[in-house]
């Protein structure tokens, strides 16, 4: 069986993984975002439905002073004694090691436990033969988001409903020696237990080791092939490949779910996406397949009309460092969103600003905006310092004056035309780099960004190097959002668009 790669497309990294009752539940990182914990749902392992966020109020998560980058870290996915449990790391967030349960993972679910004494990154949640829970974490010290100290991989027993560790956390095996070990997860198979770690750093060192025991406390023997899975080195079309979580497959097989970046050029635009790969085992130990690219072949349209109340309850909609409904409503104008600026334009600390993920190389993102009430537009943002806007006002000729903004940090560049009308349709295009350039040519994709006034004329405003809004030069952890903004008062939206495809 042929299966789809990227899996889960767009900002979606840290997989983690479960099947239950012949059902695939699918859970990733969100960082600075909310609603956070993106939850998928698949019954074949190809089709999968963004069907709910585990964190829903930004109480759960405490991620409301997150800086970009920072926030809701690496989920582990785990279900026991009819619970599906989300054991996350909050960084530069007020509650650091917090699991979360459902009955239903479309949700809702809890408001979380913390568990004092985990003192890490990157949770992983298991439950021995006894049915004692086990908490195997990256002992990554952090003070906001400044390493303070590091002591490998550790363990610790611990009680779920009381939220403590009940014994010292214990040193486990650590990896080969590579860099950042991090991103433990547990499985019991054949009589062994096998611990699976990410080594490496997350870039382009990344990489997959594996190591067994006789218990889920060890002692730990590395495998005889270390790292077992890695693009560092190699011309792969899919780079970074790591943090790994295993599962059993579609066929009866094991598969790997894990993060990694595909290139448009010289950069990776869309952040860290969910890969999947075979894993056969040999000798009692696991060889998953390199990675490959396998995009759909059918290209995705999404249409929201804001004349629909529903349109806004999406799950896909994101803000950053609070929820959507914080920022934009209905009401305001008779059928369209509203948003209210808050401190400044798309590149504030906490923008008035609603979008989605880009989650195809090949794309187009559009809007209708009445600026009447203030000043704003459609924007791409990977983080505070690395945006994009089309940012429409009205001036005092009855028009509309629609300025591109490309920012980067100390740099700032703008494009103005004036377009006739009261309403104006802003559009921002994504396409792969021109074709004829050599393969050592340092461009990215291309980004368009064009307006057109109510009668339906273009004008193309700017076409921008997108290597600049890469995960290889802007917010290493995240990817490109493209949305809704506000800068100055409060702007209305009739609807918003997006088309997405990949070459083939």
């Not at 497309?9 to 956070?36: A, Q």
């Not at 939220?163 to 019991?188: F, I, M």
């Not at 009692?284 to 690219?293: E, K, N, R, T």
């Not at 806004?312 to 209210?340: C, F, K, N, Q, Y």
Request: hydrophobic residues 40%; contains cysteine; aromatic residues 8%.
């Amino acid at each position: 069986m042929t299966l789809p790669n990227p899996l889960i497309p767009g900002f979606n990294p840290d997989p983690s993984c479960v099947l239950v009752d012949g059902t695939y539940y699918l859970v990733t990182s969100s960082f600075e975002y909310l609603p956070g914990l993106p939850v998928y749902r698949s019954t074949d392992f190809v089709t999968w439905e963004h069907v709910g966020n585990v964190a829903v109020r930004e109480e759960q998560v405490g991620v409301g002073q997150a800086p970009a980058g920072a926030g809701v870290w690496a989920p582990t996915l785990r279900h026991h004694d009819g619970l599906f449990h989300v054991i996350v790391s909050v960084t530069a967030g007020s509650r650091r090691c917090v699991v979360f349960t459902a009955e239903d993972p479309a949700g809702p679910w809890s408001e979380g436990t913390s568990i004092d004494g985990v003192v890490g990154i990157d949770p992983d949640l298991a439950w021995d033969e006894t049915g004692a829970a086990y908490v195997t974490y990256s002992a990554l010290e952090l003070d906001g988001v400044t390493q303070v100290g590091f002591h490998g991989i550790r363990q610790a027993r611990v009680d779920l409903d009381a939220g403590k560790v009940l014994e010292e956390p214990r040193s486990l095996w650590s990896g080969t020696g590579l860099v950042a070990p991090e991103a433990p997860h547990l499985y019991r198979r054949d009589g062994y237990w096998y611990l699976f770690i990410a080594e490496g750093g997350t870039g382009s060192g990344h990489a997959v080791s594996v190591a067994r025991g006789p218990s889920i406390e060890g002692p730990f023997e590395g495998a005889p092939s270390n790292p077992v899975l890695s693009a560092s080195g190699r011309y792969r079309p899919v780079q970074c490949t790591g943090h790994a979580d295993l599962v059993r497959g579609p066929d009866g097989d094991d598969v790997l779910v894990l993060l990694g970046t595909r290139a448009a050029g010289a950069a990776s635009p869309l952040g860290r996406e969910t890969y999947v790969t075979t894993v056969e085992w040999l000798d009692g130990w696991p060889c998953p397949a390199p990675v490959d690219l396998a995009p759909r072949p059918e290209p995705l349209d999404e249409l929201f009309d804001f004349a629909d109340c529903s349109a806004p309850a999406d799950p896909g909609w994101l803000a950053v460092g609070r929820m959507p409904g914080d920022v934009a409503s209905l009401g305001e104008r008779p059928g369209h969103l509203t948003i209210s600026a808050g401190s400044g334009g798309i590149g504030a600390f906490r923008p008035g600003f609603v979008g989605r993920r880009q989650r195809h190389l090949i794309s187009g993102f559009e809007t209708t905006v009445d600026p009447a009430d203030g000043s704003g537009g459609l924007g791409l943002r990977f983080d505070e310092d690395f945006t994009i806007a089309l940012v429409a006002e009205r001036v005092p000729s009855r028009g509309i004056r629609v300025t591109a903004r490309a920012s980067l940090p100390a740099l700032t560049r703008e494009w103005v035309t004036e377009l006739v009308g009261e309403r104006v349709v802003l559009r921002l295009e994504t396409d792969t780099p021109p074709p004829g350039r050599a393969p050592w040519s340092p461009l990215g994709d291309r980004i368009r960004l064009i307006a057109a006034d109510e009668a339906g004329t273009e004008t193309q405003l700017a076409e921008l190097d997108g290597r600049f809004w890469s995960v290889e030069m802007a917010a290493p952890f995240t990817g490109r959002v493209v949305g809704m903004f506000a800068e100055r008062g409060a702007v209305h939206f009739a609807g918003f668009r997006y088309h997405g495809e990949d070459p083939s």
